[in-house]
């Protein structure tokens, strides 16, 4: 059965935004309830390859609502997150508030500069070549029409030696594992979708959109083709998940 969200071609990012102006309230919930919270963990590690050093400019793609941005800047980078739907960003915009209160409550002297959110296209990122020193960009890649051109906009804006960060699902290698794995995204992730935001569609979206996307293996390849050096895949859940990661040749 075809998914009201998974649409190939021009159509894509249209859809794509409808999808997240639905499940936007719900995001953070659902984020957890899937993936049993390890998704938290898994960001962490992002933020380890991420090797801030304070007044780094670092570039948060598909931000969604926030976390990675926020996490960045509290390492200490100048952190822009930039999302193409309105109703994520302002999810991102009220927890940066939150988050910066609460700081100013513990700290009052404290000169935490919160992200700035702008809203765009990951595969038209609005800064000039060679902005960045790190670029992130969590469960964001899959969802483009292009995921090439995503990483080749990454690539475009990322200084000489900067440090590309892709966080998504992955295809694992093990055939049982896998199956087991697609069926978690097939019935569970779905029905966590009816029952907590009222939408099993949105959540069915999850594997409908990993089928069309090559996974850790072709990002990797696509990292070569790009000339990054020191390009890694990490498997995380036995490559339920992955990071894959690079260097821009300094
Ligand atoms: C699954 S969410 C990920 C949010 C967050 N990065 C995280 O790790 O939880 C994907 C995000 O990508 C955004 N997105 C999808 N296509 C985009 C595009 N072409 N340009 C910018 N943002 C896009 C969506 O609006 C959504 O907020």
Same mark, same amino acid.
């Given at each position: 059965?075809?998914?009201?969200?998974?649409?190939?071609?021009?159509?894509?990012?249209?859809?794509?935004?409808?999808?997240?102006?639905?499940?936007?309230?719900?995001?953070?919930?659902?984020?957890?309830?899937?993936?049993?919270?390890?998704?938290?963990?898994?960001?962490?590690?992002?933020?380890?390859?991420? =090797?801030? *050093? #304070? &007044?780094? $400019?670092?570039?948060? +793609?598909?931000? /969604?609502?926030?976390?990675? @941005? %926020?996490?960045? !800047?509290?390492?200490?980078?100048?952190?822009?997150?930039?999302?193409?739907?309105?109703?994520?960003?302002?999810?991102?915009?009220?927890?940066?508030?939150?988050?910066?209160?609460?700081?100013?409550?513990?700290?009052?002297?404290?000169?935490?500069?919160?992200?700035?959110?702008?809203?765009?296209?990951?595969?038209?990122?609005?800064?000039?070549?060679?902005?960045?020193?790190?670029?992130?960009?969590?469960?964001?890649?899959?969802?483009?029409?292009?995921?090439?051109?995503?990483?080749?906009?990454?690539?475009? =804006?990322? *200084? #000489? &030696?900067? $440090?590309?960060?892709? +966080?998504?699902? /992955?295809?694992?290698?093990? @055939? %049982?594992?896998? !199956?087991?794995?697609?069926?978690?995204?097939?019935?569970?992730?779905?029905?966590?979708?009816?029952?907590?935001?009222?939408?099993?569609?949105?959540?069915?979206?999850?594997?409908?959109?990993?089928?069309?996307?090559?996974?850790?293996?072709?990002?990797?390849?696509?990292?070569?083709?790009?000339?990054?050096?020191?390009?890694?895949?990490?498997?995380?859940?036995?490559?339920?998940?992955?990071?894959?990661?690079?260097?821009?040749?300094?």
């Amino acid at each position: 059965m075809s998914n009201v969200f998974y649409v190939p071609g021009e159509q894509r990012a249209a859809k794509v935004n409808d999808l997240f102006a639905t499940i936007a309230r719900h995001y953070d919930l659902i984020n957890d309830l899937q993936s049993f919270g390890l998704h938290r963990r898994w960001k962490r590690r992002v933020i380890e390859l991420a =090797v801030v *050093k #304070p &007044g780094q $400019r670092a570039l948060d +793609l598909c931000c /969604g609502t926030g976390d990675l @941005a %926020l996490t960045l !800047t509290r390492r200490g980078a100048e952190t822009i997150g930039l999302d193409f739907s309105p109703q994520m960003l302002q999810v991102a915009k009220n927890r940066s508030q939150k988050s910066e209160a609460r700081n100013q409550n513990k700290n009052p002297t404290s000169d935490f500069r919160p992200p700035t959110f702008v809203q765009g296209d990951a595969q038209a990122i609005p800064f000039p070549d060679n902005s960045f020193d790190i670029i992130t960009v969590g469960y964001g890649l899959r969802n483009l029409t292009s995921w090439e051109k995503g990483l080749e906009e990454m690539f475009r =804006v990322a *200084k #000489p &030696g900067a $440090r590309l960060i892709v +966080l998504e699902f /992955g295809k694992p290698a093990n @055939a %049982l594992w896998r !199956t087991i794995y697609f069926t978690h995204l097939k019935c569970s992730v779905p029905l966590i979708g009816l029952l907590f935001c009222g939408n099993a569609q949105a959540y069915a979206y999850i594997l409908e959109s990993l089928k069309h996307y090559p996974a850790q293996l072709a990002v990797a390849e696509k990292m070569r083709g790009l000339k990054l050096m020191n390009v890694r895949v990490i498997n995380l859940l036995g490559g339920a998940m992955a990071i894959n990661y690079g260097e821009k040749l300094k």
